[in-house]
Structure formats: C-alpha cells, structure tokens
C-alpha cells in the first residue's frame, strides 16, 4: 500500500514541477502566465484539499476498524473471565 501512495505522491510531484516549468518557459504575456499560475495554484489546493479528505476518511476507517476490534476482544475477555469464574465456583462447590 505504502508503494501505491508513493507512486501517487511521485505521480503528482511530477505533474505540478512539469506545469510549473511549461508554464514559465512558455511564450506568454505576463498576464497570461500570472493567471495560468493563479490557476495552477488553485489546482495544486484543490488536489491537497482532495488529498487531505482521502486522508481522514482512511484514518476514520482505521479508527473504526480498531475500535470494533478492540470491543469485540473486550467482550471475547470478558465471556472468558465469567467462565473461568463459573467453573471455578463450580470446582469449589464439589470439594
């Protein structure tokens, strides 16, 4: 999974060094390049913003999934020490 994220990240970090480069090499009015920048800038916080939800709703899955797993081995812990107790009274009842 980490190898996915990576190739993402990579994925990305490429796409916006090669904007920025076709952008100021480009032949245009300086209006023209300051607005294509203001424009990419936005993309660039637009894909944080994407990125950042994808972030939280994994953590909040993660969160969910650890916290039902944890209740569920205290209740796995907890049927566990009421038999343990039952069979104990019940060895104390036949001696």
């Known amino acids: 999974m980490c190898d996915k994220k990576d190739t993402l990240l ?26 294509n920048i203001k424009r990419f800038g936005e993309e660039i916080a637009d894909t944080v913003n994407d990125l950042s939800d994808d972030v939280k709703e994994t953590g909040r899955k993660m969160y969910e999934e650890g916290r039902e797993k944890v209740l569920s081995s205290k209740d796995k812990i907890g049927e566990a020490l009421e038999a343990g107790k039952k069979a104990f009274e019940k060895y104390n009842k036949e001696d």
Do not use: D, N
């Open 10 to 35: 990579a994925f990305i970090l490429g796409g916006i060094v090669g904007a920025a480069v076709g952008i100021l090499y480009a032949p245009k009015s300086g209006r023209e390049t300051r607005y």
